[in-house]
């Protein structure tokens, strides 16, 4: 089964909406994080946000908000007042507690904003 | 703010060469990754380095593929005799530490191109 799901290939948003991007996860330990990473066209990795799975707050960052709902196992990114310089891939990761905890990763939605 | 540097950036190789691909990770920072992502596809885990010794590997490092932190700064990856399918991008990381709250720091890539 997959660890991290997002169903969404490709979002389209217009400059200054909001928008969400959807993440699933699916995980037997009870302590895990997750987390938000933008690639860009020119190929680097970002961080953007992490979540805990003790968090009982959202985490926010800025223009980026985590809506966690533990119980479905959903850590959606909601992007505000989108920009032109938000267009990029975006992809959720998840870091278990077992072993070394790699972060595994979903694969991406493609969010375009136009003017 | 600290970064982790990987060199070259771009890299083409012919089939069956071999290629080292280098990163000097965050220096506080103690373990150590590489991922690839094919191109259009998702991040996908190689191996991860801790106290001078692989700690977890996948299937997709065979024994084509190797690491070595040869000095106190570099981390590098080995593939002996590349294959087209090798073509990705490779991502260095490193983490501070192993907890659930601790993401990684992406280095920019080397996108290996094999003809």
């Known amino acids: 089964a997959q660890k991290i799901t997002q169903t969404q290939p490709g979002m389209f948003v217009q400059e200054k909406e909001a928008v969400t991007l959807d993440c699933t996860y699916d995980?037997?330990?009870?302590?895990?994080?997750l987390f938000w990473y933008k690639q860009p066209s020119s190929g680097e990795m970002i961080f953007l946000i992490y979540q805990g799975s003790y968090d009982e707050q959202n985490a926010t960052e800025g223009r980026y908000s985590l809506n966690f709902q533990k119980a479905r196992k959903s850590a959606n990114l909601v992007i505000s007042a989108s920009q032109l310089g938000d267009s990029a891939m975006y992809f959720c990761a998840m870091r278990e507690n077992s072993g070394y905890s790699t972060l595994t990763f979903g694969k991406g939605t493609m969010l375009l904003v136009s003017p | 703010e600290p970064e982790v540097t990987q060199t070259p950036s771009h890299q083409v190789t012919q089939m069956g060469q071999e290629v080292i691909l280098r990163c000097v990770p965050i220096s506080n920072h103690l373990y150590f990754y590489w991922y690839r992502q094919i191109l259009g596809q998702k991040v996908e885990f190689l191996v991860s380095f801790y106290n001078n010794e692989i700690s977890e590997k996948s299937e997709i490092f065979d024994d084509q593929f190797s690491v070595e932190r040869p000095d106190g700064s570099n981390f590098t990856l080995k593939i002996r005799s590349t294959k087209l399918e090798d073509s990705a991008m490779y991502f260095c990381?490193?983490?501070?530490?192993?907890?659930?709250?601790?993401?990684?720091?992406f280095g920019s890539g080397t996108r290996l191109t094999v003809v």
């Open positions: 995980t037997s330990d009870q302590s895990y994080g």
């Open positions: 990381a490193s983490s501070e530490a192993t907890g659930t709250n601790y993401g990684y720091t």
